[in-house]
């Protein structure tokens, strides 16, 4: 059972006082007490601090892609000039 740390009111559930209005406070392990808007204020700025150290990911420009599709065609034609350069010595 969770007691309201204000007004001693017994909450049956949630995180807020009906009698007095307050926020439940949280024990965390190190024993402060902390109250839901502290913690997520502090989740709301450790995502902050996260997105501040993310890279966008890099763009792959029209060059780039060009460059892959010739590479692939050229592979491809190998493959398949092998292929006929095989069943011709072959029989």
Do not use: H, W
Request: hydrophobic share 35%; net charge positive.
């Amino acid at each position: 059972m969770m007691y309201c740390q204000e007004c001693g009111t017994e909450i049956k559930e949630g995180n807020f006082c009906k009698k007095c209005n307050k926020d439940i406070k949280l024990k965390t392990p190190n024993n402060k007490i902390n109250s839901n808007k502290e913690i997520k204020n502090k989740l709301a700025s450790r995502r902050k601090e996260v997105n501040k150290n993310l890279k966008p990911a890099p763009k792959i420009t029209r060059k780039e892609i060009i460059i892959a599709v010739v590479c692939l065609l050229v592979l491809v034609g190998i493959v398949v000039l092998g292929g006929a350069f095989f069943q011709i010595f072959k029989g």
